[in-house]
């Protein structure tokens, strides 16, 4: 099928709440373009870099989200044009992009990603970091991000009970940062899903699933 084709499929068989992120890191414009005409607006790549040189000739009213590991020095080269970073995962990361961002005068909304898989190789803090981030006053003081939400990735397993177990997890731990974070609520967003689990994703309570593979075709 064609990249337009997968997505109006894709567009049919989740709920309008939810968002989708076409995850086009690997492919080339002339594919995002045929998913633009399609309709998509919102793009995820995981380089800093491929997304800049994508964002600079594609048209301005797309949104990029960042869904790679961030370097914090690498952080100023998107700071201008970003819309949402999924994978925050420290202090020291949302200070550098509350710096960076502050520069371009604008507000880069951040999602806390959580580490709900059992491997080890997944990035992503506990939920104890992540409630201390919400509360901190300091980070009440950054004016240049707006967390709004968490990520999360589950375990690449074939078992999809230990799967819906992990995005729970990331759900439970959803709530229980809304229910601490009390003035300011600006928690909307639970990022979890992908072109293999999107649907158990969204039964688990999904708001916007990152999927790449089951629009653009397989990547190298
Ligand atoms: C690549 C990637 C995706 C998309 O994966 P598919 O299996 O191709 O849908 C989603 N989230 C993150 C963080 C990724 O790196």
Known sequence: MSITENLNHIKASIPSNVSLVAVSKTKPVSDLMEAYHAGQRIFGENKIQEMAEKFEVMPKDIQWHMIGHVQRNKVKDM????TLIHGVDSFKLLKEINK??????????????IKIA???????????NASEITQSSKVLEFKNVRITGVMGMAT??????QIENEFNRLKFAFNALKALQSE?????????????DYKLAINCGSTMVRV??????KRN
């Not at 700071?79 to 970003?82: G, I």
């Not at 960076?100 to 990603?113: F, Y």
């Not at 690449?156 to 009970?161: A, G």
């Open 79 to 82: 700071a201008k044009f970003v």
């Open 100 to 113: 960076q961002a502050e520069k371009h005068d604008r507000i880069i909304d951040c999602l806390l990603q």
């Open 118 to 128: 059992s491997e080890d190789s997944k990035f992503g803090m506990t939920f104890e």
């Open 156 to 161: 690449l397993t074939n078992d999809e009970k």
């Open 184 to 196: 300011n609520n600006t928690l909307n967003t639970i990022s979890m899903g992908m072109s293999g």
């Open 212 to 217: 790449g593979s089951s629009i653009f075709g």
